[in-house]
């Protein structure tokens, strides 16, 4: 089995060796860049199965690089840590907002690192193989169901969906999650419960949280809004998503 491929991304060549040298110690293939824009080339060469990034750097940083990276479909699912020497808790509440998933401070142990790489690639596996299909208790209204909402369109049958008119290609995981929050349109819905009709897991609000993340970014993006316009797919903090008339 190949090891996973983790970019590391830090402008202080000692720390990026430092770093490297711990993940590789410990199986990990590892990949390096010196800005964010030498980070988002080497994610257009490299299949990368996590990033880790420094905040302050010159150029482009670690926010500006999570955001460019979300900003591409492809990339959306790779899990990113920023390794920051950033400590306020306005910087690590700022890093999550932003959807980071998860924020060390520096310096940092070598146990803790790993432990916070190794836990993050389990949660990504975990939603790679999660059962694709609905659990059961989830909502089922019939598979030959067509549902309306405002001028969203979602054919159960056909496993379609068209959204003014033009078709939308989501994968079935994407299908699923705006399937569910369509057929409770106008309400909250808890990112825990969004996460049991979409990857067949149950877990706590804040892993929740972070596998859901990407995932409604995704389907934001294939409905055609711009990065940062929460479009139809409203996020209430602390409590989940809820889908608002599509116009």
Not at 32 to 57: F, H, K, N, P, W
Not at 126 to 153: C, F, H, I, M, P
Not at 158 to 170: D, E, F
Request: aromatic share 6%.
């Amino acid at each position: 089995m190949s090891a996973s491929t983790i970019l590391v991304v830090d402008d202080d060549r000692i720390l990026l060796n430092a770093i490297r040298m711990t993940l590789e110690a410990n199986g990990f293939r590892v990949v390096t860049a010196q800005s964010g824009q030498e980070a988002l080339q080497l994610l257009r060469q490299e299949t990368v199965a996590l990033i880790l990034a420094d905040i302050a750097m010159p150029v482009m940083n670690g926010y500006q690089l999570l955001q460019r990276v979300r900003e591409e479909p492809a990339w959306v699912p790779i899990p990113i840590i920023f390794l920051s020497a950033r400590s306020m808790d306005s910087d690590v509440r700022f890093g999550k907002e932003l959807g980071v998933d998860d924020y060390l401070i520096k310096p940092i142990q070598p146990s803790d690192l790993l432990a916070s790489v190794r836990g993050r690639l389990l949660r990504s596996q975990q939603w790679r193989e999660a059962a694709t299909g609905y659990r059961k208790g989830d909502v089922d209204l019939g598979a030959n169901e067509t549902l309306s909402v405002g001028r969203l369109r979602i054919d159960r049958a056909q496993h379609r969906v068209t959204y003014r008119g033009a078709i939308v290609s989501l994968s079935a995981r994407e299908f699923r999650l705006l399937d569910y929050l369509a057929r409770r349109a106008g309400n909250v819905v808890a990112t825990e419960e969004l996460i049991t009709a979409t990857h067949g897991l149950e877990t706590d609000a804040e892993d929740a949280g972070s596998l859901i993340r990407p995932l409604v970014r995704s389907v934001r993006r294939k409905l055609g809004y711009q990065a940062g316009d929460t479009g139809c797919i409203e996020n209430v903090r602390g409590v989940g998503y809820r889908l608002l008339l599509p116009q």
